[in-house]
């Protein structure tokens, strides 16, 4: 969409077509699926999201959507059953304008960098074409190998690696070959700007069996045979160290977000696919699994800068401990506990996010908020990271807990909200 400066629609495209956000809210409101991702009127679905927007009250969504609706549009009205109809034509007509266009609303929000979501396999194409017009906001890819590392099925997996095989030109058959295939997309991916890697897991394992083990579990699955569950977690656990290394071999930064119990409603799932708002929080152990994993990294000097992104919020002061661990003086802030996500992406799972960092670590070297939404115009969610932490700031400010020093808390905010990033992630090296 960015390098053909895609034109939405209307205010359905640009806003609900693939915010499972929404669509959870409405089903919970008792709207039915033909609203949410079945055959509706782009305008009868958006209708029904109106409505169901006053009950959203003290749910992000309903911060997120006003917050929206002024910024890009200039609409401070809310949004309702009544007044849908009103706001779905006023930002309708204005999204027709090329002042609307995506390369638009990102230069609106003052973007610099927008890193998107790419598999191994992926062509970049859409990143070339972006570069080559000379856009000025920094459109870069992030290496997300999780179909690599993760075998959910045996024939699919088989199936993806057939097609790794194919566009890194290695003929796939061995452990070796896998590494050295993703090794050929890696540095492709780095000369196209790439300078992070995201991985999507459960939790975190240790691996116990030398490379030999490993190697077999990587054959037999190559030849179509099962493996039990504690094989496979070796297996996928020693391909993450081997990205890992090649992230700081580049010096890239690797994020993990872990923690997702995904798609638990499979009668929905085999309906509407993957992705669609079936998941929730899991509560699998992690300490023991992080700790091997990242000491295995750092015994070797080959630990990258790392985000760790938790889901399930009895883990922030686990994690707030755990990257103290690994912090070795190179780099502030080296391993950095990430913001909250997904359903810990609102006011109080930030601030416990936030708050846990300060008594256990330095928020003042914090890289700050992270939006993964599929909405386009969910740029605004920065807004609401920034109210949220000046807000907490003020208030110790208020109460004397915190010095009443414009200049020092301010630049403290300053660096959360952009230099911290800025520096962290080497964008402009």
Known sequence: MIAQDHLFENLWEVWLKGDHYKWRAMRTNGISEKYCTGEASPYAKFEQWAKTLPYTLRNPLYHWSHLELAR??????SLNGESAASIYDSCSSQLQSKEFSCRNLMRKMKVEVACTTDDPIDDLKAHEQIAKDGFEIKVLPTFRADKACTVTSVESYNEYLDLLSNKSGIEIRSYDDLINALQNRH????SHGCRLSDHGLSTF???????????????KVRNGKSLSQN??????????WELSKMDHQKGWVQQFHYGAL??????MVNQIGPDTGFDSIGDWPAAEGLSGFFNHLQ??????KTILYNLNPTHNHMLATMIGNFQDGSVPGKIQFGSGWWFLDQKDGMEQQMNTLSNLGLLSRFVGMLTDSRSFLSYPRHEYFRRILCNLLGEDMKKGILPDDQALIGNMVSEISYGNARNYFGFYS
């Open 72 to 77: 890009y549009f200039g609409v401070y009205d």
């Open 187 to 190: 540095d492709f991916f780095h």
């Open 205 to 219: 394992y240790s691996v116990k069996d030398p490379h030999e083990k490993i190697q077999s579990f990587f054959a």
């Open 231 to 240: 094989k496979l977690d070796q297996l996928q656990t020693s391909i993450l």
């Open 262 to 267: 995904r798609n638990n409603n499979s009668d």
């Open 299 to 304: 015994s070797k000097n080959q630990l990258a």
